[in-house]
T-cell receptor
Framework: GQNIDQPTEMTATEGAIVQINCTYQ??????LFWYQQHAGEAPTFLSY??LDGLEEKGRFSSFLSRSKGYSYLLLKELQMKDSASYLC?????????????WGAGTKLIIKP | DGGITQSPKYLFRKEGQNVTLSCEQN?????MYWYRQDPGQGLRLIYY???????QKGDIAEGYSVSREKKESFPLTVTSAQKNPTAFYLC?????????????FGDGTRLSIL
């Protein structure tokens, strides 16, 4: 089957750095997305990785290793507003008709 | 501002009743999607549409129906055949159905049973 694993919940301190991991097992791979979702709100797009390596966007960076089926989202200089769920989603093979496979999300709690 | 509008924000369904959730976008996107989100689970695809007058079933289409008569609109009907409709419903759109296209989401509709 196809699945994506993320930790259910993580806690970090304001101003610190946190890494949210995502491992996937899919029939193929055409890219991995990260989204942020505040409670009761819409998910918002953060990043897309299709090649191995680290992509940096301000305080947020995303890393991908296709050979290991692994990605992480790195959040630096944490702010209270970063308290949210972070969703990992994979675009699998052509046969999937472009449907995404979604992880259950990681709830990040930021403490002062 | 361009975006996706879902309405209503909260909806209650009575036994045996069909209800329709509205989704409108002014992003000029070709593809639109409906997802269901339950606590502790990933988003699950109900239906998607790549172009006007065409739509495809997702993983959990049973008990739901959609239409795509206009590019901007993709309403979802939750029928009485859906025995466990209580969930958070999210509508999304993307420029087209390419692999690298991010999906943009509406604010969701929370559906509960009376």
């Amino acid at each position: 089957g196809q699945n994506i694993d993320q930790p259910t919940e993580m806690t970090a301190t304001e101003g610190a750095i946190v890494q949210i991991n995502c491992t996937y097992q899919t029939s193929g791979f055409n890219g991995l997305f990260w989204y942020q979702q505040h409670a009761g709100e819409a998910p918002t797009f953060l990043s897309y990785n299709v090649l191995d390596g680290l992509e940096e966007k301000g305080r947020f960076s995303s890393f991908l290793s296709r050979s290991k089926g692994y990605s992480y989202l790195l959040l630096k200089e944490l702010q209270m507003k970063d308290s949210a769920s972070y969703l990992c989603a994979v675009s699998p093979s052509r046969d999937s008709n472009y449907q995404l496979i979604w992880g259950a999300g990681t709830k990040l709690i930021i403490k002062p | 501002d361009g975006g996706i509008t879902q309405s209503p924000k909260y909806l209650f369904r009575k036994e045996g009743q069909n209800v329709t959730l509205s989704c409108e976008q002014n992003l000029n996107h070709d593809a639109m999607y409906w997802y269901r989100q339950d606590p502790g689970q990933g988003l699950r695809l109900i239906y998607y549409s790549q172009i006007v007058n065409d739509f495809q079933k997702g993983d959990i289409a049973e008990g739901y129906s959609v239409s795509r008569e206009k590019k901007e609109s993709f309403p979802l009907t939750v029928t009485s055949a859906q025995k466990n409709p209580t969930a958070f419903y999210l509508c999304a759109s993307s420029l087209n159905r390419g692999w690298s296209q991010p999906q943009h989401f509406g604010d969701g509709t929370r559906l509960s049973i009376l």
